[in-house]
């Protein structure tokens, strides 16, 4: 079954791909339409691996998290969020790391980085704000899950047809 398009402006899904060299990304849509045709045209496929990365595997590494999410200065009496230099998880202040756990995609982005999965966020403005219609990394794990660890074959066939020509380790901002 295929997402409706009407429907992408409303719905936050999450979407998994690999890089050029076979990492594992995860990308959180945020309700904006920006998503390559094999996400459109299987819901089905999105929704078995939300379920396996974050039902299958274990955290086994250390994360750098870069995106603060409602921290951040006003611009023009509006709230933007703070977007910087990766930090490890633990030299988050211990006030703001209690604030960041109430939000979902705080914790869903730790969840599957500390799985090895790059997790990328929507980003449909440039800072000076041209729409730009791309995903901005929100955080990377230190030893990286590849497709060559995927034990599922089905997951495997899937991702392996899932294909971003970015590498993560590299890019901060991908296109779609």
Excluded at 45 to 73: A, C, P
Excluded at 92 to 115: A, C, D, G, Y
């Amino acid at each position: 079954m295929n997402f409706v398009k009407e429907d992408l402006s409303y719905l936050d899904i999450i979407w998994f791909a690999v890089d050029k060299f076979n990492k594992i990304i995860e990308l959180t849509s945020g309700g904006i339409s920006i998503l390559p045709d094999f996400i459109i045209n299987s819901v089905e496929n999105v929704e078995f691996l939300e379920k396996y990365f974050f039902d299958e595997f274990k955290s086994f590494t250390d994360i750098k998290y870069y995106y603060d999410y409602g921290g951040g200065t006003r611009r023009k009496n509006q709230k933007i969020d703070k977007y910087g230099e990766p930090q490890k998880i633990h030299q988050i202040k211990k006030k703001r790391q209690e604030q960041l756990l109430r939000i979902p995609i705080f914790n869903e982005s730790v969840n599957l980085t500390s799985k090895g999965i790059y997790c990328f966020d929507v980003y449909s403005r440039d800072p000076n704000g041209p729409l730009v219609n791309s995903y901005r990394i929100v955080a990377e794990p230190k030893i990286p899950l590849l497709l060559s660890d995927i034990k599922n074959e089905k997951v495997k066939k899937i991702l392996y047809n899932q294909r971003l020509d970015v590498d993560v380790a590299k890019q901060r901002i991908i296109k779609i």
